[in-house]
């Protein structure tokens, strides 16, 4: 606590130097889950159901939560896409610990404002969720703390969104700090307006106002104090994860300042998360990043110094899997992360080339790249798979200048290790250089800063054919021959 900062009833400790955990702030005479819960109703187990919707964990995993996934088409919407989404969604589910028993599709022209899915379908949902004893409902799309909130209140059991189940998966997975700091900013971010949500209904229990503008009698007491303190705590510790990840920007900074003075080629894998990403860093540079058949197994990005068949050295990064629908907060919390696929001289964008829909997932990643900079940057394609499926030969014939791969059997890697080194010689300029004997520093400049073809002895020097980059290119224009 600040020395501004004065007690209040009920207030808790709290180290800001410790990873946040909002199960924390459930005090034993200030449980949320009374805001959550209705009030006629019995409470269910589930995520939200013994902590009021305030653990860092947004599934329960002491037990398989038994969940229903609800999609909704909109307007125009395709109605097979929605299914697609929940197909995917379940995936999701499962990843994070959970099984879905069963699903709701609805066709609306808008969202409900009250409950997203309007009053009927909330009844039949409710009638859905007791007949196979769901604990938890998921929606594919985001949740208004408002609509949230009332559906909890009508079927009497927890309500989720996709955001909440990714946030809940990169929860699992994180383990660098940076990681962890990047998830958990997400979390409270994600958190802190249903906080807010929750404080109305505080209020209107224990700060109700009355007629003449005094608190009403008997209505004053520690409940929206209570509140106002554990905001305020959220607020303190968003702002101390966002400057420890400035520092670790900073740092990141520096270390491409080093990266791009190497003058080695920058070549950033990206792709839909389970596409094949880890897999591929490790067939080309034995990497052993963990490798598993799950959604967002790699949430830390890895590089590796690599040498490519024309004797190019590049340095290639494994990154965090995108996702369709991928949560505002974690793109934003990731950002110190993504910004390797900005800062890239190549993308090699890894697709699964086995999947019901790989286009959808091309498109989802390009969504992504683009909210973070990085749409300008060349794209490589890479179907990968190809020991499951003969689609990828067909995928690979109706994009020209891709490549079909195998990351698992190695099948086609040669092939894409030639195509990446011929897609960063396009990025450059083969020019002839006449250099002095006495022009030493200038020579070895001209080998650190590019790839020499040649050298030849001529008539007041030695005559060099490199190839450079744009920024070399200028810097060595003065010692330029026709």
């Given amino acids: 606590m600040s020395d501004t900062d004065e007690p209040v009833p009920g ?59 609800v999609g909704v088409t909109l307007g125009g919407g395709d109605p097979e896409r929605t299914e697609s989404d929940l197909d995917e969604l379940a995936l999701l589910v499962d990843t994070a610990g959970a099984d879905v028993v069963g699903r709701i599709l609805q066709r609306r022209s808008a969202p409900d404002p009250a409950t997203y899915i309007g009053k009927g379908k909330v009844t039949e949902l409710k009638d859905l969720s007791i007949a196979l004893d769901c604990d938890t409902v998921v929606f594919d799309d ?15 059991r927890t309500a989720l969104d996709r955001t909440a189940v990714i946030l809940d ?111 591929l860093l490790n067939q080309l540079s034995g990497a052993g990043v963990l490798v598993e058949d799950r959604l967002f197994a790699t949430l830390d990005a890895t590089t590796r110094r690599l040498q490519l068949p024309g004797g190019e050295a590049v340095l290639l990064t494994d990154t965090v899997g995108f996702v369709r629908k991928l949560p505002h907060q974690l793109v934003e919390s990731f950002k110190s992360t993504l910004r390797v696929a900005a800062e890239a001289d190549l993308l090699v964008h890894v697709v699964d080339g086995s999947g019901p829909d790989p286009q ?45 791969i195998s990351a698992v059997t190695g099948a086609g890697v040669e092939q894409l290790l030639l195509t990446i080194g011929d897609r960063l010689r396009h990025q450059t300029t083969v020019v002839d250089l006449l250099i002095p004997f006495d022009r030493g520093d200038v020579l070895a400049e001209v080998h650190r800063e590019g790839e020499v073809l040649s050298e030849t002895v001529a008539e007041g020097g030695m005559v060099l054919t490199a190839r450079l980059d744009e920024a070399a290119s200028a810097k060595l224009e003065s010692w330029r021959v026709a």
């Fill in 360 to 404: 959808s997932h091309i498109d989802a990643v390009r969504d992504v790249l683009g909210e973070i900079g990085a749409g300008d940057v060349p794209e490589l394609l890479c179907f990968n798979k190809a020991d499951r499926t003969t689609e990828v030969a067909r995928l690979v014939a109706g994009n020209p200048g891709s490549v079909g």
């Fill in 11 to 69: 207030d808790l400790d709290y180290d800001l130097d410790t990873p946040f955990d909002a199960a924390a702030f459930d005090a034993p005479e200030d449980d949320f889950s009374d805001l959550i819960e209705a009030e006629d109703e019995e409470s269910h187990r589930g995520a939200f159901g013994d902590f009021g919707g305030t653990s860092s964990a947004l599934i329960d995993r002491s037990f398989r939560e038994r969940i229903i996934v």
């Fill in 169 to 279: 998966i990169f929860a699992q997975n994180a383990s660098s700090v940076e990681g962890k700091a990047q998830v958990e900013l997400a979390q409270l971010r994600y958190l802190q307006p249903r906080l807010r949500g929750k404080g109305k209904d505080l209020s209107q229990q224990a700060g109700g106002m009355a007629a003449g503008g005094g608190a009403r009698v008997g209505s004053r007491g520690p409940g929206e104090t209570q509140l106002e303190t554990d905001r305020r705590r959220i607020t303190r510790r968003i702002h101390k994860l966002e400057a420890e990840l400035r520092d670790i920007s900073h740092q990141r900074d520096t270390q491409h300042k080093q990266r791009t003075r190497s003058r080695a080629g920058q070549v950033a894998i990206v792709g839909y998360t389970n596409a094949g990403k880890s897999t």
């Fill in 142 to 156: 985001d949740l208004s703390p408002a609509q949230q909130r009332n559906l909890e209140k009508q079927l009497g």
